[in-house]
């Protein structure tokens, strides 16, 4: 390579020994870096940078829908004609591989990389899929939990990607420290809440975890806002508050929808059916499709 600077989504042909790119951070190994611990971390640098966007979503709380708006963004891209991958970092809870229908599925390797699975030209990682028995617990202090993380990032044969998705669990821990740590260069993070009040105290600690980390808040998305009748297509709240649109004003961040509660994405969620591929002219979907167009716009 003869460029002088390292270029968004550009992919990295050769070596590290030969490049010439003196803005990389792999070129040089930093003080008191060992040899296996440098040449991991130009690995990851390389495969990272055939990834165009990077965003993770988060939420301070879990049961808010968080997975299904990830899977549903990543559908949603991957049908716009996006090459897409869906990284799932939840160790403790992976939930990806029952919603796209892939329980059981193990990854697969071609001798150097772990190969991603592919549904629809969706690419895949779960660390479910690198579980024996998919009903074991994983009981992992932090450092197993940052090298299984950098694992999937570094080893994983993604390709060249216009988007990776990275699902992240709930809360402000180790999972998503690693994510931000080990990427560096995110284009930044998708928030989760639903409208009640409890839900929102804990999302106020992500976005403040955001600004210590100095990592861009894409927007806030509140999930389950109500429900709209199928029959007469009236929309009523289920939960009382409004939570999503009064954080975001008052963090100065995107507000980027509204997502209704809809039995189809429980349905979707639970056979593996993702809920944009066939469910695509409902109002929910419409919603969806309004929260990504703001995201891919931003």
Same mark, same amino acid.
């Given at each position: 390579?003869?460029?002088?600077?390292?270029?968004? $989504?550009?992919?990295?042909?050769?070596?590290? @020994? &030969?490049?010439?790119?003196?803005?990389?951070?792999?070129?040089?190994?930093?003080?008191?870096?060992? *040899?296996?611990?440098?040449?991991?971390?130009?690995?990851?640098?390389?495969? =990272?940078?055939?990834?165009?966007?990077?965003?993770?979503?988060?939420?301070?709380?879990?049961?808010?829908?968080?997975?299904?708006?990830?899977?549903?963004?990543?559908?949603?891209?991957?049908?716009?004609?996006?090459?897409?991958? =869906?990284? +799932?970092?939840?160790?403790?809870?992976?939930?990806?591989?029952?919603?796209?229908?892939?329980?059981? !599925?193990?990854?697969?390797? +071609?001798?150097?990389?772990?190969?991603? =699975? *592919?549904?629809? $030209?969706?690419?895949?990682? &779960?660390?479910?899929?690198?579980? *024996?028995?998919?009903?074991? !617990?994983?009981?992992?202090?932090?450092?197993?939990?940052?090298?299984?993380?950098?694992?999937?990032?570094? +080893?994983?044969?993604?390709?060249?990607?216009?988007?990776?998705?990275?699902?992240?669990?709930?809360?402000?821990?180790?999972?998503?420290?690693?994510?931000?740590?080990?990427?560096?260069?995110? @284009?930044?993070?998708?928030? /989760?809440?639903?409208?009640?009040?409890?839900?929102? !105290? @804990?999302?106020?600690?992500? =976005?403040?975890?955001?600004?210590?980390?100095?990592?861009?808040?894409?927007?806030?998305?509140?999930?389950? &806002?109500?429900?709209?009748?199928?029959?007469?297509?009236?929309?009523?709240?289920?939960?009382?508050?409004?939570?999503?649109?009064?954080?975001?004003? *008052?963090? @100065?961040?995107?507000?980027?929808?509204?997502?209704?509660?809809?039995?189809? /994405?429980? /349905?979707?969620?639970?056979?593996?059916?993702?809920?944009?591929?066939?469910?695509?002219?409902?109002?929910? !979907?419409?919603?969806?499709?309004?929260?990504?167009?703001?995201?891919?716009?931003?």
């Amino acid at each position: 390579m003869s460029e002088t600077e390292v270029k968004e $989504g550009q992919s990295c042909e050769g070596s590290c @020994d &030969s490049c010439a790119v003196s803005s990389c951070d792999a070129s040089e190994q930093r003080p008191g870096e060992d *040899e296996t611990a440098f040449a991991n971390r130009q690995k990851l640098t390389k495969r =990272l940078l055939g990834i165009k966007h990077k965003i993770v979503v988060l939420s301070g709380k879990g049961g808010v829908g968080k997975s299904t708006i990830a899977v549903n963004l990543a559908i949603s891209l991957s049908l716009a004609g996006k090459k897409v991958g =869906l990284l +799932d970092v939840d160790i403790h809870g992976p939930s990806i591989p029952t919603m796209l229908h892939l329980e059981g !599925a193990r990854a697969d390797t +071609d001798g150097e990389s772990i190969l991603p =699975l *592919e549904m629809g $030209g969706l690419k895949v990682m &779960s660390v479910g899929f690198l579980l *024996e028995n998919r009903d074991s !617990a994983i009981i992992w202090r932090g450092p197993m939990k940052m090298g299984v993380i950098e694992q999937l990032l570094r +080893d994983v044969k993604w390709g060249d990607l216009d988007y990776l998705i990275i699902d992240s669990p709930p809360g402000t821990g180790d999972e998503p420290l690693s994510v931000v740590q080990l990427i560096g260069e995110l @284009d930044g993070a998708v928030m /989760v809440t639903t409208p009640q009040a409890v839900a929102a !105290a @804990d999302v106020r600690k992500s =976005l403040d975890f955001c600004r210590q980390l100095k990592l861009k808040v894409l927007g806030i998305v509140e999930n389950m &806002s109500g429900f709209i009748c199928p029959d007469c297509g009236k929309e009523t709240a289920i939960f009382q508050g409004n939570n999503g649109e009064t954080m975001a004003s *008052e963090a @100065d961040v995107p507000f980027l929808g509204k997502i209704p509660i809809d039995p189809a /994405v429980g /349905v979707s969620c639970d056979s593996g059916t993702p809920f944009m591929y066939h469910y695509s002219k409902t109002e929910t !979907a419409k919603r969806f499709e309004s929260v990504i167009n703001k995201i891919i716009n931003d």
